[in-house]
């Protein structure tokens, strides 16, 4: 845990009390923090009085002592209308941060030196946060993985001299994070998403911002226009940018040339590692993600040869284009992280022979969208309550089965793939789909996946 030592002895009101709201009103305390925690759920006020963090209703409590209103990411801040206790807040000229923003007056306070990357974009934030990690790791340093990726920031080890942070950051949370100050920030990309929470792409776009904006270093995807612009603003704001790509030569900065990520400066470019043997970074997708890693790592001080180590070593992302078995030419994918088609193209476009299985509860908009993978997909193995739509936008197109569970699926999928006679091929979980018709969560459903795999001979687990 990190202690918050920064409101030592102040009067701190805070609103969200689920996993990370719960972790930061504990650090508070610990920091000495006098806080004052409410939520709109009964049982995480209960959870958070059993943990011995006061609460009370906040709507009867005196504002204007507080020195700060600590609010969770997941709760309204502007759009489509504020919380009620952000109205309070407001009303009362009370500053509202996140926890975040309190990791880094922490660092600032006791390590202001210390390597801090943080990593925002729409796509690609968690493997690429897992990747940094990772880099960092295998190269022998103290390193702390934290923030959206699934671990509050707050229950990291604190702050000194030499221990690297390695912070996924939401728009929720950066825009919670008013001083945010990376040792290097890295913005992947932007395409809409969470406007219902931000009103416009504007406005989402300028939140993302401010992550790079006020880093030491930069680092700036410029596959689009909005993350291009940005990239220009804070450079002639007289930050250094290394700009990144995927799919343009760059005359200064990281982009793709196929599967060989080039390193250029002043106009001459020279190849840093090639990913074409790297199963866990197949895909266009995963070479913007590891050109963000390899500069983000150089500006902290990492080598290149610990670098191109790293990224050969990689494990992958746990349920996110993760290979996970082998059967002679047959790997087996689990991507049960991708729950919409969106998030299911990336994995369908990095092979090209795929006993597909998808499906679950399904989304707006269904597979359309995937349409120009089809032609990739051998046959098509449908589970849950999305597979009569499925089958019926697949059409004639691709070759289908209503399998309706995912062991099923699984045995005939990995059937079919061993009598496939044209080479190399992938049987892949990538559902398309949210898990909550037959599963807890894409994690549940994913470990499923993994356990009916092990279960077929044959087969070599990677993992």
């Known amino acids: ?85 952000v109205d309070l807040a407001r009303q009362a000229s009370v500053e509202i941060i996140g926890d975040v923003e309190l990791f880094v007056r922490e660092r600032r306070a006791h390590a202001p030196d210390c390597p801090f990357i943080a990593i925002t974009g729409t796509n690609g934030k968690s493997t690429t946060t897992a990747l940094i990690a990772h880099i960092l790791k295998t190269s022998g340093r103290d390193t702390q993985l934290g923030g959206n990726i699934g671990t509050a920031v707050l229950t990291l080890d604190p702050p000194k001299a030499d221990r690297f942070y390695v912070v996924e950051c939401s728009s929720y949370q950066i825009d919670l994070a008013p001083t945010l100050d990376p040792t290097a920030g890295i913005l992947l990309n932007l395409t809409p998403d969470h406007l219902d929470r931000h009103g416009t792409m504007q406005h989402y776009a300028d939140i993302k911002e401010r992550l790079v904006a006020g880093s030491r270093t930069a680092v700036v995807g410029v596959d689009d226009s909005y993350s291009s612009l940005i990239a220009d603003r804070v ?117 090209d022979r795929i006993y597909w299985i998808a499906g679950g509860l399904p989304k707006e908009g269904g597979i359309t969208s995937l349409t120009p993978f089809f032609p990739k997909i051998v046959k098509a193995y449908l589970i849950g309550e999305a597979a009569p739509a499925f089958a019926a936008t697949l059409g004639e197109a691709v070759p289908y089965e209503i399998s309706g569970t995912l062991e099923k699926a699984v045995a005939h999928a990995a059937a079919d793939a061993a009598r496939d006679m044209e080479g190399p091929a992938a049987v892949m979980l990538s559902p398309a789909c949210a898990s909550f018709d037959q599963y807890k969560n894409f994690e549940v459903r994913g470990d499923a996946f993994v356990g009916h795999v092990a279960t077929l001979e044959g087969v070599t687990m990677l993992i």
């Open 1 to 85: 845990m990190i202690p918050v030592t920064t409101f030592k002895g102040k009067k701190v009101g805070l609103f969200g009390l689920g996993g990370s709201g719960l972790a930061t009103a504990q650090a508070l305390v610990a920091g000495g923090a006098n806080v004052t925690a409410w939520d709109d759920n009964p049982d995480s006020v209960a959870k958070a009085t059993a943990a011995g963090i006061a609460t009370a209703d906040l709507h009867h409590v005196d504002w204007g002592g507080f020195a700060a209103f600590v609010l969770s990411p997941g709760v309204p801040l502007t759009h489509p209308k504020p919380h009620w206790s």
């Open 235 to 351: 450079e002639r704001a007289g930050t250094k940018v290394v700009r990144i790509s995927r799919r343009q030569p760059l005359a200064d900065g990281i982009y793709a040339e196929g599967s060989v990520l080039m390193r250029a400066k002043g106009g001459t470019s020279s190849p840093f590692a090639d990913l074409a043997d790297i199963q866990t970074l197949r895909g266009g997708h995963n070479a913007q993600n590891a050109a963000a890693a390899i500069a983000a790592c150089l500006a902290v001080g990492v080598s290149e040869k610990d670098i191109v180590n790293g990224l050969r070593t990689f494990p992958g992302l746990k349920h996110r284009m993760q290979p996970v078995a082998r059967q002679g030419e047959i790997v087996f994918v689990n991507d049960s992280k991708a729950t919409n088609a969106d998030a299911a193209a990336p994995a369908l476009s990095s092979y």
